[in-house]
C-alpha cells in the first residue's frame, strides 16, 4: 500500500477556479495544514463488542466476532453491524503495510467516542479522551521490521453516562422526542502521515482588517533544532502573490503579522475580504528549512475577513449583516453522525445556501473539518455549538472545558466560524438561575471562550437564561405569527420584554445580568413537522407543531419566516431545522434531503417572507 503521493502526475489534481485559490476537489482530512503524502485507513477493521469489559489490553482479546466499516460507527447501517443497543466498549484491529520513508509516522484518528486505547503492534501509546475532537499519536517508536504495522483501538463509551459530552446522543435504548440515536467509537477518518523528523505542529491564522494584517502562529514537533530553522510563508490569492516572508523560529514556536499592501478604499479592498457571497480564500505555501535542508513543507489557507458586535448588531467586515440561519444536527440516516460522502458534505452547504440561508447553527455536533472546509470554500458562516453533557458535576466540569479547549484549538483558523456557543438552553446547568455554581460554570466558559479566540462573539448559554453573552439569542416555538409580531414588536420597551416574557416558560437573563444593547436573535423558532397520517410511524412524527400536507407546511413556513424577517428588533434569526433528524420531522428537508417543497419556494420565503404558495393560492 503507498502513501498518496500529489507529485506523481497520475493522481488527479485538484482544479482551481478565479474566485478560490485552494484545491476544490481534494479530500485531505485536515483542509487547514495538508501535506502531499498521507493514507487513509478507512475500510474494514476487525471488531466486537466486548460488554462485559473483560479485556484490558489486545493479548486479552482472542476472538473477533464481525468486521466493521471504518469510519462509521457501529450503531450506523453502513458500518455493517447496526447494533443500536447498549455496548460500553468496543474494540478495533487492522493490519497495513508500513509505509516507506525515513522520520516520523504520524496515525491520525478524526474522532472516537468516547474514550480511545491505542496500541501499535501490541505496544501501548496513549489514550485520549473526548468524544468530538481529533488526536495524533506518533507511532514511530512501536514500528518493527516485519513490513507491516498493526493497530489495536479500544473504544469506552458507557451509553448511560450523562456527564460527559454527548450532544443528541439519547440514554434511552431507542430514540425519542428530539434525541438521537448513539455514536460509539470510530466516527471520523483514520488517517496515517509521513513527516521528517522536526516539522510543524500546528498552524493558526488571525486575519486583521483594521490593520490590513494577518497574524500567523506556527509550532514545531519531533525533534526540535536549537536554534537556525526558518519558516517560509507564501500567501498568494487570484495568481497574486501578497506576502513571501521568511522567518527564523525560537524555542519551537513562532508569532509574527503578516502585513498586506493596503489598497486603502473599500473597493478595491473588497476584492480580498472573505464573505458568504464572495469567499475569498488565500492561498498558503509553508516551508521549513535548516540552512538548505528542507524539514517540511504545508499547504493551508486563510481569508481576509473580521467578524464582531457593534450596539444591536453583527457586524461582517465591518458592516452590519444580517444572519439566516438555520438548525443543522448534522446526522444521515444510514451512517448517523458521519457523513456517507465528501460530496455529501458539500451537498449540504450547496443545499442550505439554496435555500437562502447564510449560515448554520451546528448544534450540538462539532462537525467533521471537511464541513467547514467547503463551509469555507463555498461561502457559509458557522456556529460552532459544544455538544451538552447533560449532568452538573466536577467531573463533567472537567471534560467539557478540556474538549471544548481542543475543539477551539482545531477549528479557529476556519474563516466560516463566526461564533461560538458553550452552552445551549441550560443542558448541563439544569439550576441555573438558583445556583451560583452553575452560573459561575456559565460564565467560566464564556470568558475561557473570549480568552482562548478574542475575535469571534460567544453566546454564552442560547435559548435563555443567559448571563454575560455578546448576543442575546432567544428560543420562542410561538406557533402563531401575530403573537410573535406583537410580543416583539417595534415599540415595545426592552426593558419589558426580558423581564417579563418567558418563552418555553424560562425567563430570558438572569438577575444582575439585565439586556446591555447586545444584538437581539431568535436562535431557534418554527420547528413545523410534516407527518402525513398515511405513512409509517405518523403517530410518532414529533415536532412543534404539525402539519398533515405539504401546502400547509409551506404556507405556515412562508407567514412564519415573514414575520420574523420583518421584526426590526432581531438582527437574524435561526430556523428548526434543515432536516429532517430520525423521529424529528420538522425539516425543510427530508433526512435523504429531498426538499419537501421546491427549493426555489423556501428561498423566496427565507429571504422576503413571501413564498411561492399563499394562503389564497393553495
Partial sequence: MKLLD????????????????????????????????????????KFSFDDQGKCV????????????????????????????????????????ETPPGDGRLLLHFGAVDYRARVWVNDKYIAEHEGGHTSFTLDITHALNDSGTTKVTVWAQDDPHDLAKPRGKQDWHLKP???????????????WLERVGETYIGNLRWIPDCERWEIGFEAGLAGNLLTSGVQIK??????????????????????????????????????????????????????????????????????????????????????????????????????????????????????????????GVRKHQKIED????????????????EMPSAYRFTP?????????????????????????????????????????????????????????????????????????DTDILAIHDYERQPERLAHRYRADIQISDLFERSRP???????????????????????????APIDQPNADQAWGYEHCSNISELEMKYAALLKTVNDIELFSGFCYTQLTDTFQE????????????????????????GQGLCTPTSC
Fill in 6 to 45: 500529489l507529485d506523481n502526475p497520475e493522481v488527479k489534481l485538484a482544479s482551481k477556479t478565479d474566485s478560490n485559490f485552494v484545491d476544490l476537489t481534494a479530500t485531505h482530512p485536515r483542509p487547514l495544514l495538508k501535506r502531499s503524502r498521507w493514507q487513509s485507513l478507512n475500510g474494514l477493521w
Fill in 57 to 96: 489490553e489486545p493479548s486479552d482479546f482472542s476472538q473477533w466476532s464481525n468486521y466493521i466499516e471504518v469510519p462509521y460507527a457501529p450503531e450506523s447501517t453502513k458500518s455493517g453491524i447496526n447494533d443500536r443497543g447498549f455496548h460500553p466498549n468496543c474494540w478495533y484491529e487492522r493490519e497495513f
Fill in 176 to 190: 425519542h422526542s428530539i434525541w438521537y440515536p448513539r455514536t460509539s467509537g470510530i466516527w471520523q477518518t483514520v
Fill in 233 to 358: 510563508i507564501k500567501l498568494s490569492a487570484g495568481g497574486r502573490v501578497l506576502a513571501s516572508d521568511t522567518y527564523e523560529i525560537f524555542n519551537g514556536e513562532i508569532t509574527r503579522r503578516i502585513v498586506l499592501s493596503d489598497p486603502g478604499i473599500d473597493d478595491c479592498r473588497n476584492e480580498l475580504l472573505w464573505s458568504p457571497e464572495k469567499p475569498t480564500l488565500i492561498d498558503a505555501q509553508i516551508q521549513l528549512w535548516d540552512k538548505d535542508c528542507l524539514l517540511d513543507e504545508v499547504q493551508s489557507y486563510t481569508a481576509m475577513r473580521t467578524v464582531s458586535i457593534q450596539r444591536d448588531r453583527f457586524m461582517l467586515n465591518g458592516r452590519p449583516y444580517y444572519l439566516r440561519l438555520v438548525l443543522d444536527q448534522g446526522y444521515w440516516p444510514e451512517t448517523l453522525m458521519t457523513p456517507p460522502s465528501d460530496e455529501a458534505l458539500r451537498h449540504d452547504v450547496e443545499l442550505v445556501k439554496a435555500m437562502g440561508f447564510n
Fill in 369 to 384: 473539518p471537511r464541513f467547514l472546509y467547503w463551509a469555507d470554500v463555498l461561502g457559509l458562516l458557522v456556529w460552532e
Fill in 395 to 467: 467531573k463533567a466540569v472537567e471534560r467539557m472545558t478540556h474538549e471544548w479547549t481542543e475543539i477551539i484549538k482545531r477549528d479557529v483558523s476556519h474563516p466560516c466560524i463566526v461564533a461560538w456557543v458553550p452552552f445551549n438552553e441550560s443542558w448541563g446547568v439544569p439550576n441555573l438561575v438558583e445556583t451560583a455554581a452553575h452560573r459561575n460554570y456559565v460564565l467560566a466558559m464564556y470568558h475561557l471562550t473570549k480568552t482562548l479566540d478574542p475575535t469571534r462573539p460567544v453566546i454564552g448559554n442560547d435559548g435563555w437564561e443567559s448571563t
Fill in 504 to 530: 418555553g416558560g424560562r425567563i430570558l437573563t438572569l438577575d444582575n445580568y439585565p439586556h446591555q444593547g447586545q444584538p437581539v436573535m431568535l436562535t431557534e423558532f418554527g420547528g413545523i413537522a410534516y
Fill in 585 to 608: 420531522a420538522n425539516g425543510l428537508l427530508y433526512g435523504d434531503r429531498t426538499p419537501k417543497f421546491p427549493i426555489e419556494a423556501i428561498r423566496a420565503a427565507t429571504l422576503s
